[in-house]
C-alpha cells in the first residue's frame, strides 16, 4: 500500500492558463474523489468515480473544470482558462465502495495563480 | 444549510487532559457514516474514527473515541490523554447516500495542545 499520489505538489501559473493535475489511488480503490481546500476551510467537494465513471459532480464545479479517469485507476483533473480564485489545494481521496470505508488522502496539488 | 457544523474554531488543551471536539450534522437519510480526519500543518489528511448510523456503540481507536448522540445528531470526537502532537486542525465529515455517498466536511476545528 503506497498511499494516494499527486503530482505535482505545487503549481504556479499565470491567469488565463490550463493546469491539469494527476491523482494515483491506491490500487485496489473503486473510489475516487476530488475536493478544493482553501485556507481555513474544510475540504470542498468536486467530483467522484466509481471505478471509471464519473458518478458525481459538485454544482459549484464550474465548465472549466474536467476530471478524468479513463481505465478506472488514475485520474486527472484540469483546470481551464484559470482565474485567480482557482488558487487552492486540491485534494484526491480514494477508498473501497463499502460506506464505512474511509477515504484516504494523498498530500495535494498546491495552485497559485499569479 | 450545512451538512457538518463545527462551532470551536479553536480550542486548548493542556497535555495529558481530555478534549472534546464538537460535530453536528444535518441528513434526512437514516443509513450514513460519520468520520473524523486530522490535519497537521504539514497538510496530509489523516483518517481517525469512524461511526456509522446503525452502530449501538461508541466508535473508540486507541486515544480517540466518538460520541454518538443520533437523537440530536452530533458526534463529537473526544481525544483522551492528549499529546503535543495531537495540535492540528480536525475535520468531521458525514457519508451523505442521500447526494450520491459525496462526503461533506465541517469547517474544522484547531486544536493546540499545551504543555
Known amino acids: 500500500d503506497t498511499g494516494v499520489s499527486q503530482d505535482p505538489r505545487h503549481k504556479i501559473t499565470k491567469r488565463g492558463q490550463n493546469v491539469t493535475f494527476r491523482c494515483d489511488p491506491i490500487s485496489e480503490h473503486n473510489r475516487l474523489y476530488w475536493y478544493r481546500q482553501t485556507l481555513g476551510q474544510g475540504p470542498e467537494f468536486l467530483t467522484y468515480?466509481?471505478?471509471?465513471?464519473?458518478?458525481?459532480k459538485s454544482r459549484l464545479l464550474s465548465d472549466r473544470f474536467s476530471a478524468e479517469r479513463p481505465k478506472g485507476s488514475f485520474s486527472t483533473l484540469e483546470i481551464q482558462r484559470t482565474e485567480q480564485g482557482d488558487s487552492a489545494m486540491y485534494l484526491c481521496?480514494?477508498?473501497?465502495?463499502?460506506?464505512?470505508?474511509?477515504?484516504?488522502f494523498g498530500d495535494g496539488t498546491r495552485l497559485s495563480i499569479l | 444549510a450545512q451538512k457538518i457544523t463545527q462551532t470551536q474554531p479553536g480550542m486548548f488543551v493542556q497535555e495529558k487532559e481530555a478534549v472534546t471536539l464538537d460535530c453536528t450534522y444535518d441528513?434526512?437519510?437514516?443509513?450514513?457514516?460519520l468520520f473524523w480526519y486530522k490535519q497537521p500543518s504539514s497538510g496530509e489528511m489523516i483518517f481517525l474514527i469512524y461511526q456509522g448510523s446503525y452502530d449501538e456503540q461508541n466508535a473508540t481507536e486507541g486515544r480517540y473515541s466518538l460520541n454518538f448522540q443520533k437523537a440530536r445528531k452530533s458526534a463529537n470526537l473526544v481525544i483522551s490523554a492528549s499529546q503535543l502532537g495531537d495540535s492540528a486542525m480536525y475535520f468531521c465529515?458525514?457519508?451523505?447516500?442521500?447526494?450520491?455517498?459525496?462526503?461533506?466536511f465541517g469547517t474544522g476545528t484547531s486544536l493546540t495542545v499545551i504543555p
Open positions: 465529515a458525514m457519508r451523505d447516500p442521500n447526494t450520491g455517498n459525496q462526503f461533506y
Open positions: 468515480f466509481q471505478n471509471e465513471a464519473q458518478l458525481e
Open positions: 481521496a480514494s477508498s473501497l465502495v463499502a460506506g464505512n470505508q474511509p477515504q484516504h
Open positions: 441528513t434526512s437519510d437514516q443509513s450514513y457514516g
